[in-house]
């Protein structure tokens, strides 16, 4: 199966901006393919404001989120594979949603070995605020 992790981002980001909320996501600015201005980076992640009023042409497919938005006066186009987001939660409340850093579909359940099925890691959600 493909990936849950782009309806559950938009299927959130649409919760919080219904109730009135600024959505954030946070990045893992590490992973390959993360295209986000270096100042905006600190210990490896950033998290980047979303709303409607900050950004401009978001688009949140299922592979790549991407928009343009200003950093320090100057206009910057963001993409970010979907699968480098870590958290998406409302600015005001802290409500949302923290993703697993191994839930990529594209992993085998059988290690190289051929010894049997590896661990399996059992999901797990922190508080965001």
């Known amino acids: 199966m493909t990936s849950n992790r782009p309806y559950l981002l938009r299927a959130l980001y649409q ?13 893992d600015a590490g992973i390959a393919g993360v ?18 009023a900050a950004v401009r042409e978001l688009d949140m497919g299922n592979d790549w989120l ?7 006066g100057r206009q910057h ?5 979907v699968e480098a ?8 409340n802290g409500q949302g949603m923290m993703f697993a850093q191994d ?4 992993t085998p359940d059988d290690d190289e070995s051929g ?3 590896k661990a399996i890691k059992r999901p797990h959600l922190k508080v965001v605020k």
């Open 66 to 72: 991407t928009f343009n938005a200003r950093f320090s």
């Open 103 to 106: 839930d990529d579909p594209s």
């Open 35 to 52: 295209n986000v201005p270096e100042h905006a980076i600190q210990k490896g992640k950033v998290i980047l404001n979303i709303d409607q």
């Open 85 to 92: 987001v870590l958290a998406i939660y409302s600015k005001e």
């Open 77 to 81: 186009h963001v993409s970010v594979p």
């Open 15 to 27: 919760w919080i901006t219904d109730n009135n909320m600024t959505p954030h996501i946070l990045v």
């Open 115 to 117: 010894g049997g099925p």
